[in-house]
């Protein structure tokens, strides 16, 4: 299996949606954007929480490439702003790790 970051720096969006998500990353809230995007509960860790919003984004971009009505332009945004969130912890996990 494809390491989590590898699978992200593969993903090829319009740099209109990427840009919104990096503008929104600053205000990126763990707990209150992973309980609205993934439901109440305990919160996945940072590995776990990633593969389930790279599963979540993928659906989003098939709908938003196939011109499906039901296709959320602000949920997009909302879930790569959290991606990036998440990855930004992942990377930050890993670098304690090795020092």
């Given at each position: 299996?494809?390491?989590?970051l590898?699978?992200?720096?593969t993903?090829?969006?319009?740099r ?12 990126y809230n763990r ?11 305990s ?9 389930r ?6 659906d ?6 196939t ?14 702003i959290?991606?990036?969130g998440?990855?930004?912890l ?10």
């Open positions: 299996m494809q390491d989590l590898t699978m992200l720096t993903l090829s969006r319009p209109l949606l990427i840009r919104a998500a990096r503008h929104g990353q600053s205000t707990d209150s954007h992973l309980q609205r995007i993934l439901g109440y509960g919160l996945p860790r940072p590995a776990a929480a990633l593969l919003l790279i599963e979540l984004e993928r989003l971009e098939e709908q938003r490439c011109d499906d009505a039901g296709y959320s332009l602000p949920r997009h945004v909302d879930l790569l959290a991606m990036m998440e990855a930004e992942l990377q930050a996990n890993r670098a304690s790790h090795l020092v």
